[in-house]
């Protein structure tokens, strides 16, 4: 059976054994202000055919763009077939939660390779086996450097506004402060930085490339936080990291950011899956998984979870994170991802994204009443400052169906540009943004 239902004399059969006289009471622990004391606005339930039919309607109503010019933490990129393939392999699709090895090497192994990929990428000693996303990522990264006497959070204003939020919802629960460091011309303002830093400063957080698509010198701004002795988070886009220097060359203490583009559809959303790295002296404050390789009774090489002291199903009261599980089918995918393309191709994606995005804003600015928002050098990403309002842009590509930028002010607009654009797309994009001018 699928489902265990119990009679109404059988639920007060229960109670009775346990002492209560009503299910309410088995949530009398809980805070007054955590229970819900009306009922949830939730249709009538429906049959099976009826919510079929229903969900077949909702999605007739999306729109799914051939072209697209969006970006702000998810990116279209182009996947070979190869990755959807063996990750849909039924060998591939197990638990996620491995604790018996013996039976689980395989995908334990994904883990362990998973884990390489994104140390090296970063340029990190050890990465975790993934946690739920982006956002995520960077909150635990926060958790991990908060002590006691070291509350205060400083982050950028050029940060990624979804990334914000989540950060704030952590530090609410840590009773930790997030203080704001001021924005320069589209850039980390390292000077606003230096002045902000104290005693009671646990960690900085920084974007490369940072919301607006422009680099960072994460360099710069890893020698003044650590002059204040002072940990440095950096959120990196992984596909950026093929060309640019990593987060450990820079100096960083830990790496974190989003996989959705290594390999990831855009999904409407999801599943996403976020990725953590850090320096040997942090290693036992990473939360999730981390998959150890070793060998077995007879020399033979293999893969345990370790080093599982450090988390909430052994420590459960000590336990810096309620992590319990991961992302270990969507991780499983960058490894498969990384894999296909290899070092060789992963830089040469790269290189097209960054030549294609440059081709874009050089067409783009040579337009009249068109110019770039902030000056700096970009990834795949930039900002445009528009002649007309940038929902009246988007009306018009959407008519042509082009998921335009995202708008940033009235008149600004958040183009990206990757390697699944083409030049005739590209060449399209300019000539409908040159009638909208109009």
Do not use: W
Not at 143 to 158: G, N, Q, R, W
Not at 289 to 313: M, P, S, W, Y
Not at 383 to 396: D, M, Q, Y
Request: aromatic residues 8%.
């Amino acid at each position: 059976m699928n489902y265990v239902v119990n009679t109404t004399d059988e639920q007060k059969e229960m109670l009775k054994a346990l002492g209560l006289e009503k299910i309410e009471d088995l949530y009398r622990d809980l805070p007054e202000g955590t229970r819900l004391d009306h009922p949830l606005n939730l249709p009538e339930g429906m049959t099976e055919f009826e919510a079929y039919d229903r969900m077949k309607h909702l999605a007739a109503e999306d729109k799914v763009y051939p072209t697209i010019f969006r970006g702000a933490g998810a990116y279209r990129h182009l996947i070979p077939s190869a990755v959807k393939h063996i990750t849909s392999l039924s060998g591939y699709v197990t638990a996620y939660t491995p604790y018996q090895s013996e039976l689980s090497q395989g995908i334990l192994q994904g883990m362990f390779e998973y884990q390489t990929m994104i140390a090296d990428l970063t340029g990190m000693d050890v990465a975790n086996a993934s946690v739920y996303d982006g956002a995520e990522a960077a909150a635990e990264a926060m958790i991990m450097c908060l002590d006691p006497h070291k509350t205060k959070v400083l982050v950028s204003e050029t940060v990624n506004p979804e990334v914000l939020a989540v950060l704030h919802t952590y530090a609410h629960a840590k009773d930790a402060e997030i203080v704001m460091i001021p924005e320069k011309d589209g850039h980390t303002d390292n000077e606003a930085l230096a002045g902000l830093l104290g005693a009671d400063t646990a960690c900085v957080y920084t974007e490369q490339p940072n919301y607006y698509g422009l680099l960072e010198d994460v360099t710069e701004l890893v020698n003044t936080a650590h002059a204040a002795k002072v940990k440095v988070i950096t959120g990196v886009n992984p596909t950026a990291l093929a060309l640019l220097k990593t987060p450990g060359e820079c100096g960083s203490d830990i790496a974190v950011g989003e996989g959705q583009s290594l390999g990831l559809d855009l999904g409407f959303g999801g599943p996403y899956c976020g990725f953590m790295a850090t320096r040997n002296a942090m290693m036992r404050k990473l939360p999730g998984r981390i998959v150890g390789e070793t060998t077995d009774r007879n020399g033979k090489r293999c893969f345990v979870l370790t080093l599982q002291a450090r988390e909430q199903h052994i420590r459960r009261e000590k336990a810096s994170s309620s992590i319990c599980s991961n992302q270990a089918l969507c991780a499983f995918r960058n490894s498969v991802y990384l894999a296909a393309l290899g070092k060789k191709g992963f830089e040469e994606m790269a290189e097209n994204c960054l030549t294609l995005a440059h081709y874009a804003a050089e067409q783009i600015t040579a337009l009249d009443g068109y110019c770039y928002s902030y000056p700096g050098e970009f990834f795949l990403e930039f900002a445009i400052h528009t002649p007309v309002p940038v929902s009246k842009i988007n009306a018009l590509l959407d008519e042509h169906d082009i998921l335009g930028g995202l708008e940033l002010g009235e008149t600004d607009m958040l183009m990206c540009v990757t390697e699944a654009n083409t030049r005739e797309e590209i060449d399209t994009l300019v000539s409908l943004l040159k009638e909208a001018a109009k």
